[in-house]
């Protein structure tokens, strides 16, 4: 039996016990070197490895079919109200006829793609090489290990048709503002974001509409991109409707 704790992933290897040896990751290792010249040698190289992840990724998901991304804070626990939610939302997107992609991890990732596997729907995980987590949540049906971001990221966005937004941290408004990002400057189109949690997101929303748009740094519309809601099934009837939108 392992010791889950001291599991590493480093891409798709898996590090256990006397052969976990380097605490850094393949991002910090490429982002990290500013100092020698180094890089020139080996950095070439990576992109082979950058390459390989792409492939991977679009082998593995070319076939998924309708997909929606569901995000949040990997810190929630098994008794929090918000691993009901996603829980509930898993499984209404696959009742509803998606698959559901997170991003393999504990908490709310884990919660959705246990709904979407016990609703007997695809449950994929697109997992990352971090210092703090290992591997991929039981319930992920079909799972990739990336090393880069990037590159994982390309995968949400190229592979669902929305996103489903839980309360999160870093990691989870990361995603939420590439998405807007991409809406805004209509690098993916027909593409709804929405948030669950009113009283978490409501904060945030507030200082969009009286800082940044009072000031002129969005337009009005840019808001318009999402919709805050307490109810799963308005978020999984705007995935359906804009299903049936793009065609």
Same mark, same amino acid.
């Given at each position: 039996?392992?010791?889950?704790?001291?599991?590493?992933?480093?891409?798709?290897?898996?590090?256990?016990?006397?052969?976990?040896?380097?605490?850094?990751?393949?991002? &910090?290792? *490429?982002?990290?070197?500013?100092?020698?010249?180094?890089?020139?040698?080996?950095?070439?190289?990576?992109?082979?490895?950058?390459?390989?992840?792409?492939?991977?990724?679009?082998?593995? *998901? %070319?076939?998924?079919?309708?997909?929606? %991304?569901?995000?949040?804070?990997?810190?929630?626990?098994?008794?929090?109200?918000?691993?009901?939610?996603?829980?509930?939302?898993?499984?209404?997107?696959?009742?509803?006829?998606?698959?559901?992609?997170?991003?393999?991890?504990?908490?709310?990732?884990?919660?959705?793609?246990?709904? +979407?596997?016990? +609703?007997?729907?695809?449950?994929?995980?697109?997992?990352?090489?971090?210092?703090?987590?290992?591997?991929?949540?039981?319930?992920?049906?079909?799972?990739?290990?990336?090393?880069?971001?990037?590159?994982?990221?390309?995968?949400?966005?190229?592979?669902? &048709?929305?996103?489903?937004?839980?309360?999160?941290?870093?990691?989870?408004?990361?995603?939420?503002?590439?998405?807007?990002?991409?809406?805004?400057?209509?690098?993916?189109?027909?593409?709804?974001?929405?948030?669950?949690?009113?009283?978490?997101?409501?904060?945030?929303?507030?200082?969009?509409?009286?800082?940044?748009? %009072?000031?002129?740094?969005?337009? +009005?519309?840019?808001?318009?991109?999402?919709?805050?809601?307490?109810?799963?099934?308005? %978020?999984?009837?705007?995935?359906?409707?804009?299903?049936? +939108?793009?065609?």
């Amino acid at each position: 039996m392992s010791d889950r704790t001291t599991d590493r992933m480093k891409g798709p290897v898996v590090e256990r016990r006397g052969q976990v040896k380097d605490g850094s990751t393949t991002d &910090q290792r *490429l982002l990290d070197s500013r100092s020698s010249a180094d890089w020139v040698h080996t950095d070439p190289w990576r992109v082979l490895r950058i390459q390989a992840e792409f492939v991977e990724g679009f082998g593995a *998901l %070319a076939e998924l079919g309708p997909a929606i %991304a569901v995000f949040g804070s990997a810190r929630t626990s098994v008794d929090h109200p918000h691993y009901a939610v996603a829980e509930e939302a898993g499984r209404k997107l696959v009742e509803s006829g998606f698959a559901v992609i997170t991003g393999g991890g504990p908490g709310t990732m884990e919660a959705a793609n246990k709904g +979407a596997c016990e +609703a007997g729907g695809v449950s994929v995980g697109l997992g990352i090489e971090l210092p703090f987590e290992s591997g991929l949540n039981q319930w992920v049906d079909k799972g990739i290990n990336f090393r880069y971001f990037f590159a994982r990221k390309t995968m949400f966005v190229k592979y669902s &048709q929305g996103f489903v937004v839980l309360p999160g941290g870093l990691g989870t408004l990361d995603e939420l503002f590439e998405a807007l990002t991409l809406v805004q400057t209509r690098k993916v189109t027909s593409f709804p974001i929405v948030l669950i949690g009113t009283a978490y997101w409501q904060g945030l929303l507030g200082w969009l509409r009286e800082t940044a748009l %009072a000031e002129g740094k969005i337009k +009005a519309t840019d808001l318009d991109m999402m919709v805050l809601t307490d109810d799963v099934d308005e %978020a999984v009837a705007l995935m359906v409707a804009a299903k049936k +939108a793009h065609g």
